[in-house]
T-cell receptor, first 115, second 112 residues
Framework: DTAVSQTPKYLVTQMGNDKSIKCEQNLGHDTMYWYKQDSKKFLKIMFS???????INETVPNRFSPKSPDKAHLNLHINSLELGDSAVYFC??????????????FGPGTRLTVL | RKEVEQDPGPFNVPEGATVAFNCTYSNSASQSFFWYRQDCRKEPKLLMSVYSSGNEDGRFTAQLNRASQYISLLIRDSKLSDSATYLCVVAQSGGGADGLTFGKGTHLIIQP
């Protein structure tokens, strides 16, 4: 049973297009995240979301928007894709205990290439 | 100013050797600490949490030094399968995107 799944695994698209990446977790966690890992392998948190609050890393362009239809899903929508958006995007989930994020469970990643 | 710093390596280590690397953090309000492992083209996975008193899991030992604001990871009797990137993660209260900081990782290569 896959704990955190995301689709698609690979996404190749033209500059200027709009695309979405889907994420689902079956761990019953209350918080989900999106991360971006660039070509230099730096893993950077973009968003976190629970059923009450969306926290956005201030460096993330507003072309990126998370959408959560329910507690088990957090999709990432990207408008007007740019070359610099090419990266691997990881979804993750965790519990938050005592106000602190606990172990992050990552999905397998979506490798986005913008041409 | 970098918040979590790691030596990127690569550390080239012969099989069977002991290897250690550190991670320093700048936010003194940091409250929990983790080491994650990431294999090439795979997602990060938790290796171990780091507790104040230090903790050990088989060949792996993690230590926390709050005074000097660093955590360490020691790997004994290294195996070829230990080759990976090791990510230091620091968390502070808030629970959300502003509560987690990842280091850039230390690349470890175990050589036969």
């Amino acid at each position: 049973d896959t704990a955190v799944s995301q689709t698609p695994k690979y996404l190749v698209t033209q500059m200027g297009n709009d695309k979405s990446i889907k994420c689902e977790q079956n761990l019953g966690h209350d918080t989900m995240y999106w991360y971006k890992q660039d070509s230099k392998k730096f893993l950077k948190i973009m968003f976190s979301y629970n059923n009450k609050e969306l926290i956005i890393n201030e460096t993330v362009p507003n072309r990126f928007s998370p959408k959560s239809p329910d507690k088990a899903h957090l999709n990432l929508h990207i408008n007007s894709l740019e070359l610099g958006d090419s990266a691997v995007y990881f979804c993750a989930s965790s519990q938050v205990k005592g106000g602190l994020p606990d172990t992050q469970y990552f999905g397998p990643g979506t490798r986005l290439t913008v041409l | 100013r970098k918040e979590v710093e790691q030596d990127p390596g690569p550390f080239n280590v012969p099989e069977g050797a002991t290897v250690a690397f550190n991670c320093t953090y700048s936010n003194s309000a940091s409250q929990s600490f983790f080491w994650y492992r990431q294999d090439c083209r795979k997602e990060p996975k938790l290796l171990m949490s780091v507790y104040s008193s230090g903790n050990e899991d088989g060949r792996f030992t993690a230590q926390l030094n709050r005074a000097s604001q660093y955590i360490s990871l020691l790997i004994r009797d290294s195996k070829l399968s230990d080759s990976a990137t090791y990510l230091c993660v620091v968390a502070q209260s808030g629970g959300g995107a502003d509560g987690l900081t990842f280091g850039k990782g230390t690349h470890l290569i175990i050589q036969p």
